[in-house]
């Protein structure tokens, strides 16, 4: 009985939401929003009805607006959500990281792992992971089709950062096969109990995972942020295991998902656009500028999430303490009154890099350096080895809400 009246009181959820959305209430037209729709018309709607939008459905704020997203994700007063530990003990790589921890914990163990993502240690790795670029075009190089998503991003996103982590390269096929656990985790969809499912045993193969990576912890190349971690773990007042497990967790699973969709999006531009790709190959500066733009253009992550802590002002607009603040962060980023022209891509566009794709404040992405230097790496080698690649097929996004990214771009050569 408890397995129908669960399903009775989801498809009751399921059925009120679509009858919201219907009326056009804005957290019911995110929520029953399909995947592979375009969703910029439903942002600049949002955004048309003013900076900050609250939904009759629940005590939440919604938000496409540039000057007030750039400045809620830096106000003291807002905080992330902080869910609780999950009663069996397994580790989530996204709830249970510094990702979604506030103050004392989130500076204290965000600064653990810094060292490894600044602008100098990623530089002083930029031939290594070239190679190993160019590592993965060997590999593809009797085959003329192929999918730039499944077979060249995937394969190399992964090895990168577990050559950054200092785990076994050969482990990326396990470790890609848990790849949809960030977008899953992260989805605003309507309950659904497959997906929940897959979630669970994502995390269960993770957690075996990470409990083995740590167990031959000691086999871990020196200097690599493995070691580092470990080092930090034989003293508990440091490091504690399950934040071990959810710090190592979060870096392999966030550290490559995002970096793909990057990657895909300018990629499928480049095969578009020939001219494009020329020029931005004929000089590294130019190429730059395409990738702040695409990341403008087409973030991988849509949205990000708060909650206020204490009454506030924020952008003129009040918020209530115990509300949470959805923040579309690519709808900020194409808010025309920041951005001329917001909906066309523009290599020449002088602000490209105000976007707000990789959020801001004390939770500014992490990796967002590793992306750019990923996808410059990735367009580079594959292009100069590849230069006339051509589509071989539609290609397909993925079917998921928050992370918005092409799954497969079928080319030939």
Not at 287 to 298: P, Q, S, T, V
Not at 314 to 343: K, N, S, T
Request: aromatic fraction near 8%; proline fraction near 7%; charge should be positive.
């Amino acid at each position: 009985m408890s397995s129908v009246r669960e399903r009775a009181f989801v498809a009751y959820i399921r059925g009120a939401y679509r009858y919201a959305a219907y009326r056009r209430e804005p957290l019911a037209q995110l929520i029953v929003r399909r995947p592979q729709r375009d969703p910029y018309p439903l942002y600049d709607t949002i955004r048309s009805r003013g900076q900050v939008v609250r939904s009759t459905l629940a005590p939440v704020y919604i938000s496409a607006s540039h000057e007030f997203i750039s400045q809620a994700v830096r106000a003291p007063q807002l905080g992330v959500t902080d869910p609780p530990r999950l009663s069996s003990g397994l580790v989530r790589p996204v709830e249970d990281s510094f990702l979604m921890r506030n103050r004392p914990d989130h500076p204290r163990l965000r600064r653990m792992v810094t060292p490894w993502f600044t602008a100098k240690a990623l530089q002083q790795r930029r031939e290594a992971l070239l190679g190993l670029a160019h590592q993965r075009l060997d590999e593809l190089a009797g085959r003329p089709r192929f999918d730039v998503v499944q077979d060249y991003s995937v394969p190399l996103a992964v090895r990168i950062i577990c050559r950054l982590t200092g785990l076994p390269l050969e482990d990326w096929r396990r470790l890609a096969a848990m790849g949809e656990i960030l977008p899953l985790s992260t989805t605003a969809g309507l309950p659904n109990t497959r997906r929940q499912r897959r979630l669970q045993s994502g995390w269960e193969d993770l957690n075996v995972y990470l409990d083995e990576a740590i167990s031959d912890r000691r086999r871990a190349p020196e200097g690599s942020l493995l070691a580092s971690l470990s080092e930090r773990a034989d003293d508990p007042g440091q490091l504690n295991r399950f934040d071990f497990k959810a710090t190592l967790g979060v870096l392999l699973i966030a550290g490559f998902e995002t970096s793909v969709g990057l990657m895909g999006h300018l990629t499928s531009r480049f095969v578009d656009h020939p001219e494009l790709r020329r020029a931005a190959l004929a000089d590294r500066e130019v190429l730059g500028r395409a990738i702040e733009e695409m990341l403008r253009y087409e973030p991988p992550v849509q949205f990000t999430a708060r909650r206020v802590h204490q009454d506030c002002e924020i952008a003129g607009q009040e918020l209530r303490a115990g509300h949470e603040v959805f923040l579309l962060l690519a709808g900020g980023c194409r808010d025309p009154e920041v951005f001329e022209q917001a909906d066309t891509f523009q290599l020449d566009r002088p602000n490209s890099k105000a976007h707000l794709a990789f959020s801001g404040g004390e939770h500014y992405c992490i990796g967002a350096g590793l992306a750019r230097l990923e996808t410059e790496i990735a367009i580079q080698a594959l292009f100069e080895r590849r230069p006339e690649l051509r589509r071989a097929g539609r290609p397909q996004w993925q079917p998921t809400q928050n992370i918005r990214a092409l799954r497969r771009i079928p080319v030939r050569s």
